[in-house]
């Protein structure tokens, strides 16, 4: 860590750019094989799957064949149908539920940013939440479809099923890229249209674009089509909590942050501030309106929401929040 | 509370300064941020850009001004004036006052280890020694020479001048008188200081114990280095051989102190040119020898020269005038006489003396006669206008009615009956068996004294007359045993020492004192040193005794051994005369170097304590180490508030 006289007035430079993050280890990998997904009210429209299902009075032992199709799990092909129809079938050896989740993910410029070197971007801890939720979903045979999302959707992984995607599909959040700005609202409208098919739909996102209210119209489309919403919302210590605001604005040097420009890392406008205490009370009284605004819309459309901050260990904390909103099991 | 250095307090410009810094208003710091609506709907009012704005009251502002402020005032050196403490370190300064006696007789010119002179390697222990006093302490510096010379110090610049003239102080020579300079050291003390003394020298000195005591201070010997082993001509003397008149003796005596026997050679020069050579033996350890010799005739100087390398090469070498030259300050004696009188061969007899013979008439003629030192009255009546044009001291013999002099009468067959035998006029005289055919009878006037009297009057009288010291001899030589006799020249030339100004010497010890007393119409003298320095003393006149002569001169810088020239000029600029005095570095005490071994017991042995310390001390506290600690503290509270939020953030991080 460099070392500067700490006089006033001197200029502490611009935010870091950003580096190379590493998104996920071994130790990560291990805690995700322990985790399964909750079903939720959602019922099965697939043939594979784990999950049990809430349907009553169904064969436990035999369901029915399914043709192959690409991304099934070929351990379950019956090949004595093989042998006697010469063509490739599923065997649905119990009724199971088949879960397809998809995962919006915010890969915007607001989501590269992180408060602190100590800790990850939002993007970052973004993508392990999403490989978090991806990998369990996956290893029940779910159907998984990571849409990663700016100003427009990106280039998608999936949909893929079967525990033999999980790699493919943790090497691919690992790859992706920044997507420029935000429209959040949009593509989400997009999204819901493209898809006919409802499942679980996990937002991952700031949602630092539009206002709570704006999210309601699409939740609710979202419900009446049969989806089961999620949103996790992804937030930095810095952006949360006014210490938190005023030691990133202050930099090395308390004392230095006497006067700041703060610019917008999507749109480039400016604000030229003194961070006292007063300024960081308001600015702490305007976050926290707005987060009670996004929770209320999301409880009054029966949308699941989960805030998440950068710094917390997505292996520990952020997974028994998880676990305890019943994302995960 | 005072500052010792106000100058200092300078430093307080720092205060503002750093107000000055944390008011100002620089380029902000630029913060990327996603997503800003929340700051601006939280900062409603943009941030003014003004260059100034009112100060942020930060703990660190406080901090660095707090140090800042606390080192300004450090800088000014404050001193309280009571007792304090700085946990259980107590503040108080006591002043001292050191009281240095520095050696400077003529033994200090010998030469030690590296070729610097004794003198010279104590004047640096002493400059070390007054380097190391501070702010309230005060240093008194004796310089025992033949006199004992007083500098003194009691604050910083003063300090510093003293230091610069002891660096520039040349050796006074002479012998040095220790316990004079222990008495003046102990009338000396600066009170209110714990006083201490050093003793620089070489350890040639002697020191009563009881003097020692009288200082109330212990006195530390510091003895400078040098070798002591040397030889020195001690005296040297000439006169006239019984023989030959014209062919002077000349005797000298050469001492060895050193602990070796010394064979050299010894060269007589006269008038520069060697006249003689003789080796000699010297046994050690104050063995001595006598040497002497026949000088050339007509030769005017005489010196002696010991040809051996010793420690202090000045004493080997000693000079005599043998005569006085024509240009001498010679004694200007004016006879008035109208007949030959046996006092003109007894006056100009008188060495050094030049006698003029004018007859009594001219005395009232108002004629200028010229300057002389005495003026002899012979069977003269001399008029009070025609003494005072002479303004001379008078030796009247047989004075006659009609002068200034109130003579009543003839005293006839006079003979004595009182004499003032403690008179420096009879000194030596005998006057057994003299008789007077007549002598003046004279009305002995207020505030003479009859040294010499007979039953109806004086015979020998002193006085004053028109302003001038007088010895009046009423009786008539012509009519008396006394020329005959040899108390008559003896009776004379003890009234011309009397009268006549005393001449100067015509040799000195290196460091005594030259002293003597300028002739008539004399307004300045002029001593020229050996080494070219001329010093210029205007004569003062008063009356020092009973006359109005000129005040003796006292020349006390004979430290370098040579030839002195005294030259008197009068009111005019004139010269009126010069004459050489030879300094000789040769003595018998002070070519001795060796040290004695009784001086460190001397010293020693002296009770220490006395009231050598005031009972009623100031008392002085210095406050600059604990405004000096205040601004360390500050500084290191300032660091920590600096530092502590990232150090917290770091470990948040972690």
Redesign the interface.
């Known amino acids: 860590m460099s070392r500067r006289w700490p006089w006033p007035g001197r200029s502490a430079g611009s935010v870091e750019a950003p580096v190379h993050e590493v998104v996920f280890d071994e130790a990560f990998l291990g805690r995700l094989r322990r985790l399964s997904m909750l079903p939720g009210q959602l019922r099965a429209q697939g043939i594979a799957g784990e999950h049990r299902s809430r349907r009553r009075g169904v064969s436990p032992e035999f369901a029915d064949f399914k043709p192959y199709s690409p991304g099934d799990d070929f351990r379950r092909i019956d090949w004595n149908t093989y042998a006697r129809l010469d063509g490739l079938f599923i065997r649905l050896s119990e009724v199971t539920s088949e879960l397809g989740v998809h995962l919006l993910l915010d890969a915007s410029e607001s989501m590269q940013w992180r408060g602190d070197p100590a800790r990850p971007s939002k993007f970052t801890q973004a993508r392990r939440i999403a490989g978090t939720l991806g990998y369990v979903a996956l290893w029940h045979f779910d159907r998984v479809t990571v849409t990663p999302f700016g100003d427009r959707a990106g280039h998608a992984f999936g949909p893929a099923q079967g525990r033999s995607q999980a790699l493919p599909m943790l090497k691919a959040l690992e790859a992706m890229p920044a997507l420029g700005g935000t429209s959040l609202l949009d593509t989400l409208a997009r999204y819901l249209h493209a898809h006919r098919r409802p499942g679980i739909l996990v937002i991952i996102s700031d949602l630092l674009t539009g206002e709570p209210e704006d999210l309601r119209p699409l939740l609710r489309d979202a419900r009446a089509r049969g989806w089961e919403a999620t949103i996790v919302q992804v937030l930095d210590e810095a952006e949360l909590l006014p210490e938190a605001a005023a030691q990133f604005l202050a930099g090395e040097d308390p004392r230095a942050a006497t006067l700041v420009e703060l610019v917008d890392s999507e749109s480039g406008a400016t604000v030229r501030l003194t961070p006292d205490d007063p300024v960081l009370a308001r600015y702490g009284e305007q976050v926290a309106a707005w987060l009670t605004g996004i929770e209320a819309v999301c409880a009054d459309e029966r949308a699941g929401y989960l805030r998440l901050l950068t710094g917390w260990d997505i292996g520990e904390t952020a997974i028994a929040l998880l676990r305890e909103r019943g994302v995960v099991a | 509370m005072s500052f010792l250095w106000p100058l200092g307090l300078l430093a307080l410009v720092g205060v503002p300064a750093i107000l000055l810094?944390?008011m100002?208003?620089?380029?902000?710091?630029?913060?990327?941020?996603?997503?800003?609506r929340?700051?601006?709907?939280?900062?409603p009012t943009?941030?003014p850009?003004a260059r100034f704005?009112r100060p942020?009251l930060?703990l660190?502002l406080v901090l660095q001004l707090l140090a800042a402020l606390a080192l300004g005032l450090a800088l000014g050196r404050p001193v309280a004036s009571r007792a304090m403490d700085l946990f259980g370190v107590d503040l108080r300064t006591e002043p001292r006052h050191l009281v240095v006696l520095l050696d400077g007789s003529s033994s200090m010119a010998a030469t030690g280890t590296g070729g610097a002179t004794r003198w010279d390697s104590a004047k640096s222990a002493a400059l070390s020694r007054l380097e190391e006093l501070g702010e309230g302490d005060a240093a008194t510096v004796l310089v025992l020479g033949s006199q004992v010379r007083s500098l003194g110090a009691s604050d910083g610049p003063s300090l510093l001048r003293l230091r610069e003239r002891i660096a520039a102080l040349p050796l006074p020579g002479g012998r040095a008188d220790l316990d004079a300079a222990l008495a003046l050291a102990a009338d000396l003390g600066a009170p209110g200081r714990e006083r201490e003394a050093v003793l620089f020298t070489d350890g040639a000195l002697a020191a009563d114990p009881a003097s020692v005591a009288r200082l109330g201070a212990p006195v530390a010997l510091e003895i400078v280095p040098g070798g002591g082993a040397n030889a020195a001509i001690v005296s040297i003397a000439s006169r006239p051989s019984p023989a030959a008149p014209d062919v002077p003796s000349l005797y000298t005596r050469i001492v060895n102190f050193g602990p070796d026997a010394v064979s050299a050679p010894v060269v007589l020069l006269a008038d520069g040119l060697e006249a003689a050579r003789q080796e000699v033996d010297i046994p050690p350890e104050g063995g001595a020898v006598e040497l002497g010799w026949a000088l050339p005739p007509g030769a005017r100087t005489a010196t002696v020269r010991l040809d051996y390398a010793d420690a202090l090469l000045a004493d080997n070498e000693a000079t005599l005038p043998l005569a006085a030259g024509e240009s001498a300050l010679a004694l200007r004696i004016l006879l008035v006489s109208d007949s030959a009188s046996p006092l003109e061969r007894v006056l100009a007899a008188i060495p050094g003396a030049s006698l003029t013979v004018e007859p009594g008439e001219r005395l009232e003629s108002g004629e200028a006669l010229g300057r002389f030192d005495l003026v002899v009255l012979e069977h003269v009546a001399a008029s009070q206008e025609a003494l005072a044009r002479l303004d001379a001291p008078l030796l009247v013999v047989a004075p006659q009615p009609g002068g200034a002099l109130p003579v009543l009468g003839v005293l006839p067959n006079p003979a004595i009956d009182r004499i003032e035998a403690g008179d420096a006029l009879l000194a030596g005289v005998d006057l057994t068996g003299v008789t007077f055919s007549e002598a003046a009878l004279l009305e002995t006037p207020p505030g003479a004294k009859a040294v010499l009297g007979s039953a109806d009057g004086p015979l020998a009288l002193r006085m004053t007359l028109s302003g001038q010291d007088a010895i009046v001899l009423a009786f008539d030589l012509a009519g008396s045993n006394l020329p005959r006799r040899i108390a008559f020249p003896i009776l004379i030339a003890n009234a011309v020492n009397d009268l006549a100004p005393a001449p100067p010497p015509a040799g000195l010890a290196l460091g005594e004192p030259l002293r003597f007393e300028p002739r008539a119409g004399a307004a300045t003298v002029e001593i020229a040193a050996p080494g070219g320095e001329v010093v210029s003393i205007p004569v003062a006149r008063g009356r020092g005794g009973s006359g109005a002569g000129a005040q003796p001169v006292v020349h006390t810088g004979t430290g370098a051994p040579g030839e002195y020239r005294i030259i008197e000029k009068d009111a005019s600029g004139a010269m009126t005369g010069e004459m050489a005095v030879v300094v000789n570095a040769g003595h018998p005490r002070e070519s001795d170097l060796r040290p004695n071994p009784g001086l460190a017991e001397a010293l020693d042995a002296a009770p220490s304590g006395g009231d050598g310390v005031a009972a009623s001390s100031p008392v002085v506290s210095y406050l600059w180490p604990l405004l000096a600690l205040l601004a360390l503290a500050a500084l290191a509270a300032e660091w920590i508030a600096?530092l502590w939020?990232?150090r917290a953030?770091?470990r948040?991080?972690?």
Request: glycine fraction near 6%.
């Open positions: 810094l944390h100002r208003h620089t380029e902000p710091l630029v913060r990327r941020f996603p997503a800003i929340f700051w601006q709907a939280a900062e943009p941030t850009q704005r942020p930060t660190p600096a939020p990232r953030a770091l948040g991080g972690r």
